[in-house]
């Protein structure tokens, strides 16, 4: 529209959390001092005020890690960990400690580095307008370092590597330098799709679902697809991760390494403190789901895929440790 300027979502997003994340956190310091003013004349009040304490750290919790997932999608990296830092910090903090200003000043000095004044990049708002909507959750740089830190790529030999959900092409960028690799992917989104074209050494643009790629032509798979659920041929609702893993693990070929997304939600949900039992079962069964399927294409196609075990064992630990959460806070909901 004519005169009005261009907005991205995510720093929309932020604006708007930035506000709450303030207002939560002067909320939990009016408590705790309502808290220490009952708390020797009047038990219930104090009680019931520190109840409405507890339930402020939660929502501020919350806050703070959906920012993060905002400060991932504006690539504000080095902002992001420290939301994963205080989140976690804040859900450890006691709340009847009288040290509440080192917590305030934290969280003050971390909401007012959010690109929400024009300080973001321009090329970085132009490209990410529509991310968020289309379930757009590029990888972390650091997890990529440390993929590449459980990589042993061939020595002089080529090795193709494949992306169906590229996004920018950077993931696929960093893994590919001085590897002797060749880079190709697939983005849906034009823009996004474009930039890859300048980091990957061949990009489609459009969907993958209906692209024609030759079947086991790559010795590494990278997914981290986009977690929708979304309508299906039939009317139903189908989840789009589920469908990227099934219809592109025939690209990988015999003996090839599957680099799969689970992993960083998993410990996403850990390391942000998740109080939704709901959330942690559905990641949990997420995981043997993956586990039955990973078992599946073994004895039917019986591919070596020696790099996807370590993974898994990672999976599993991380699936053990959200079910002992989810009933631990069950049992803490039921006393």
Same mark, same amino acid.
């Given at each position: 529209?004519?005169?009005?300027?261009?907005?991205?979502?995510?720093?929309?997003?932020?604006?708007?959390?930035?506000?709450?994340?303030?207002?939560?956190?002067?909320?939990?310091?009016?408590?705790?001092?309502?808290?220490?003013?009952?708390?020797?004349?009047?038990?219930? /009040?104090?009680?019931?005020?520190?109840?409405?304490?507890?339930?402020?750290?939660? =929502?501020?919790?919350?806050?703070?890690?959906?920012?993060?997932?905002?400060?991932?999608? /504006?690539?504000?990296?080095?902002?992001? =960990?420290?939301?994963?830092?205080?989140?976690?910090?804040?859900?450890?903090?006691?709340?009847?400690?009288?040290?509440?200003?080192?917590?305030?000043?934290?969280?003050?000095? +971390?909401?007012?580095?959010?690109?929400?004044?024009?300080?973001?990049?321009? /090329?970085?708002?132009?490209?990410?307008?529509?991310?968020?909507?289309?379930?757009?959750?590029?990888?972390?740089?650091?997890?990529?370092?440390?993929?590449?830190?459980?990589?042993?790529?061939?020595?002089?030999?080529?090795?193709?590597?494949?992306?169906?959900?590229?996004?920018?092409?950077?993931?696929?960028?960093?893994?590919?330098?001085?590897?002797?690799?060749?880079?190709?992917?697939?983005?849906?989104?034009?823009?996004?799709?474009?930039?890859?074209?300048?980091?990957?050494?061949?990009?489609?643009?459009?969907? +993958?679902?209906?692209?024609?790629?030759?079947?086991? /032509?790559?010795?590494?798979?990278?997914?981290?697809?986009?977690?929708?659920?979304?309508?299906?041929? +039939?009317?139903?609702?189908?989840?789009?991760? =589920?469908?990227?893993?099934?219809?592109?693990?025939?690209?990988?070929?015999?003996?090839?390494?599957?680099?799969?997304?689970?992993?960083?939600?998993?410990?996403?949900?850990?390391?942000?403190?998740?109080?939704?039992?709901?959330?942690?079962?559905?990641?949990?069964?997420?995981?043997?789901?993956?586990?039955?399927?990973?078992?599946?294409?073994?004895?039917?196609?019986?591919?070596?895929?020696?790099?996807?075990?370590?993974? +898994?064992?990672?999976?599993?630990?991380?699936?053990?440790?959200?079910?002992?959460?989810?009933?631990?806070?069950?049992?803490?909901?039921?006393?």
């Amino acid at each position: 529209m004519s005169g009005q300027p261009e907005r991205c979502y995510a720093v929309e997003e932020l604006k708007s959390l930035q506000s709450s994340i303030a207002d939560l956190t002067q909320s939990m310091v009016i408590q705790r001092a309502r808290v220490e003013k009952y708390k020797d004349t009047d038990l219930a /009040a104090a009680r019931d005020n520190f109840s409405l304490l507890q339930a402020v750290r939660r =929502k501020l919790a919350e806050a703070i890690g959906k920012a993060r997932l905002f400060l991932m999608e /504006a690539e504000e990296y080095q902002n992001a =960990k420290t939301a994963a830092m205080l989140q976690a910090g804040l859900l450890r903090f006691d709340l009847m400690s009288n040290v509440y200003r080192p917590v305030y000043d934290a969280i003050q000095d +971390f909401i007012k580095k959010f690109p929400v004044d024009g300080t973001a990049n321009a /090329a970085v708002i132009g490209r990410l307008m529509n991310n968020v909507r289309l379930g757009y959750y590029p990888t972390d740089p650091d997890n990529i370092s440390l993929i590449l830190r459980g990589i042993q790529f061939p020595e002089e030999v080529t090795t193709n590597l494949f992306d169906p959900c590229c996004g920018c092409g950077k993931a696929l960028r960093q893994l590919a330098p001085g590897n002797h690799c060749y880079a190709y992917g697939v983005e849906l989104d034009e823009s996004r799709a474009e930039e890859a074209q300048t980091r990957l050494h061949r990009v489609g643009s459009g969907s +993958f679902f209906f692209s024609q790629i030759s079947h086991e /032509a790559f010795h590494l798979l990278f997914l981290n697809p986009p977690y929708l659920s979304v309508l299906n041929e +039939f009317g139903g609702r189908t989840r789009h991760e =589920k469908r990227f893993l099934i219809e592109s693990l025939p690209h990988l070929m015999y003996g090839g390494l599957l680099v799969y997304g689970y992993q960083e939600r998993c410990d996403y949900l850990i390391q942000s403190g998740s109080q939704s039992p709901a959330v942690m079962d559905r990641w949990v069964l997420k995981v043997q789901g993956l586990e039955e399927k990973k078992k599946h294409y073994e004895q039917v196609l019986q591919r070596e895929l020696d790099g996807l075990d370590d993974e +898994f064992n990672t999976l599993k630990f991380l699936a053990q440790e959200l079910q002992v959460r989810a009933n631990s806070i069950r049992f803490q909901k039921a006393a």
